[in-house]
């Protein structure tokens, strides 16, 4: 089994934020590969299917985002999933918007989801980052995160989290280069090339 986990803060209130595009990439998923109904439980909603002949199982920590680690710990010691069966798909604010780029292990950059959920995993987890881009001010960026997308982001935010849900099948599969390079190509292919996609 695999675990794919968005990363996000729970509530309505949040849920046109920057922070939450995670949240978004894995209801995408859902609607598109037709899993369950999303149960709560564990510090989380879970919904499980089959990507492609495998058992995913897609999880919202529902914790608030500093404290994602104590959901992601839960479900995989009860399901037995080891940290290298583990996809976290987050908010990069050092990517352009409408960029993707895998990453498997490594250091939190300053992500409060992503230093919890390493502090009780370990670090070695793969990685989806999502580029929302950057206030152009360090000190902005909490701020920055927190804020909902503006009007003329949500077509590529939608097309990314589309995009993402239609190449699924090649993270179950382990080929994340493979994964990206599509992703890339289908989001250029559609006008929105990462770089350009918004100047705002």
């Not at 960029?99 to 230093?115: A, D, I, T, V």
């Not at 902005?140 to 935010?157: H, I, M, R, S």
Request: aromatic share 8%.
């Amino acid at each position: 089994m695999l675990l794919f986990v968005g990363l996000g803060n729970p509530g309505d209130q949040y849920a046109g934020n920057r922070h939450n595009i995670g949240f978004m990439a894995i209801d995408a998923i859902a609607k598109r590969h037709r899993f369950g109904v999303w149960k709560s439980g564990s510090h989380a909603l879970a919904s499980r299917g089959l990507i492609s002949g495998q058992t995913v199982l897609l999880l919202k920590p529902q914790t608030y985002m500093n404290l994602s680690g104590d959901a992601v710990q839960a479900a995989a010691q009860f399901y037995k999933i080891g940290a290298g069966d583990i996809i976290v798909f987050h908010d990069e604010l050092d990517l352009p918007p409408a960029k993707l780029r895998m990453k498997s292990g490594g250091g939190h950059g300053g992500h409060n989801g992503l230093r919890s959920i390493s502090d009780h995993m370990g670090p070695e987890y793969r990685r989806v980052r999502l580029g929302i881009g950057h206030p152009g001010d360090k000190k902005l960026g909490a701020t920055y995160v927190l804020q909902n997308f503006a009007k003329d982001e949500w077509p590529w935010v939608e097309a990314m989290c589309d995009t993402i849900a239609d190449n699924a099948a090649l993270l179950t599969e382990g080929k994340d280069s493979t994964f990206q390079n599509k992703v890339h190509l289908a989001m250029d292919a559609k006008g929105f090339a990462g770089d350009k996609a918004n100047d705002s």
